[in-house]
């Protein structure tokens, strides 16, 4: 596939009529905004509006690779490579691809390959071709470079439904950071412009880009169309629920001050309508694990209670009737902890111990994939697959 064409649809519009779009639109955006003040005095809503929409007029062509397999991605330990994991196959396939590393930031996302929802894409940071964002099929390993995605510092999240991905591009260092930095005053260097900065939401299936302008930081998806975000940022108490469609922000919705709800910690069903997170007043001797309808901050709970670091990572299975956990039990290897895995099902509300492991991910309604510490003498950990219906589990290599 070719990495460098157009699209800003997904159907290769020719430039000269990128152009002749752009030109039209900023004409009408133009009169829109001298028409600010009467369009907003006309209006009888509380709403405000941004009349003008965000255009993206690219110069790279995009096409969906196919996929229809469920796989997961990881790093090889050796080769430091990304392999696929194919679910059915219950085999690793090796992608040959180096991506980034596994530092991240609050608010920002993850520098680490991220996997849609179900499980058929994984997004990815190119290092070696200007940290580009990359899209690849976990079943056919063909790979698709996002547009005009170059300098992409954090893959931020996936909706639910696995048709939109969000990334940020902070545009690469300045002329104060590198002087600053330690580069020696006698050299020179080049910049490149990116072509955005900011958030930036992609979808997937038509290859369309909307820079996410008014946002600052993103704790995840509420639904397909909704994101949450903290006002002030990452550690920011008041919540705004951001529509990516209409730009509209809500401050009806989290109108109150979710003051002791964890940072990084909220986890949202599928169709947008619960939330699970951890909650502490005070998180050395009180915190607990509560499912509840959004906004409110009670509901079914606590599922679990203890100390803050006791448990972590609450998320909801794709159909939202499970709910999987960690629960730390102890120390196998020092300063690092060890968990078990707890499944709660949310209609009975019975809560089960499985096997232990960390940072669980579902695979379908009935299966995780998680790792685990192996030994003692050695803070590695393995990945492996349980199936929630046969109790069995599998390591992955």
């Known amino acids: ?27 009408v955006c133009v009169a829109l905004v001298l028409n600010t003040a009467l369009i907003i005095a006309k209006r009888s809503t509380n709403t405000t509006a941004y009349d003008c929409p965000t ?18 991605p990881y790093q090889d330990i050796v080769t430091k490579e990304l392999k696929i994991y194919d679910v059915a196959a219950n085999s690793s396939k090796n992608t040959g691809i180096k991506s980034s590393g596994y530092a991240g930031a609050l608010g920002y996302g993850e520098r680490i390959p991220m996997h849609s929802p179900n499980m058929y894409y994984t997004a990815y940071i ?27 510092s954090y893959i931020t999240a996936w909706s639910p439904n696995s048709s939109k991905l969000i990334y940020y591009i902070d ?38 880009t909307t820079n996410l302008w008014p946002v600052e930081s993103i704790d995840s998806f509420i639904d397909n169309e909704r994101i949450l975000i903290r006002t002030g940022g990452w550690d920011s108490k008041k919540f705004v629920a951001f529509n990516t469609r209409t730009f509209e922000a809500d401050y009806s919705t989290f109108s109150g001050s979710y003051e002791d709800l964890g940072v990084g910690q909220i986890n949202f069903s599928s169709d947008g309508k619960l ?20 906004p409110t901050i009670t509901g079914k709970g606590p599922i679990d209670k203890g100390k803050w670091a006791d448990f972590q990572w609450p998320r909801f299975s794709p159909n939202g009737e499970k709910l999987v956990y960690q629960r730390k039990v102890g120390y196998k290897y020092p300063g690092r902890p060890e968990f078990d895995l707890q499944v709660v099902d949310l209609k009975t509300m019975q809560n089960k111990t499985i096997t232990r492991g960390d940072n669980a991910i579902w695979s379908g309604n009935t299966m995780l994939i998680a790792s685990k510490l192996v030994s003692s003498t050695s803070p590695d950990t393995k990945l492996f697959i349980y199936d929630l219906e046969t109790n069995q589990e599998t390591y992955i290599e």
């Open 275 to 294: 939330w699970t997170y951890t909650y502490s007043s005070d998180p050395t001797t009180d915190a607990s694990i509560i499912v509840a309808q959004i």
């Open 1 to 27: 596939m070719p990495e460098n064409a157009d699209s800003s649809n997904g159907r290769g519009a020719g430039r000269a009529g990128l152009v002749a779009v752009a030109g039209i639109s900023a004409l």
């Open 171 to 208: 545009g690469g260092g300045t002329i104060s950071s590198v002087k600053n930095g330690p580069t020696p005053w006698e050299t020179t260097e080049r910049f490149i412009s990116p072509k955005t900065k900011g958030f930036v939401l992609f979808d997937v299936t038509s290859g369309r």
């Open 55 to 72: 255009y993206s007029t690219l110069e790279e062509t995009w096409q969906l690779p196919k996929s229809q397999r469920m796989g997961y």
């Open 126 to 152: 190119d290092p070696s071709r200007n940290s580009s964002l990359w899209v690849i099929s976990n079943e056919t390993l063909e790979k698709a470079r996002v547009p005009n995605s170059d300098f992409t």
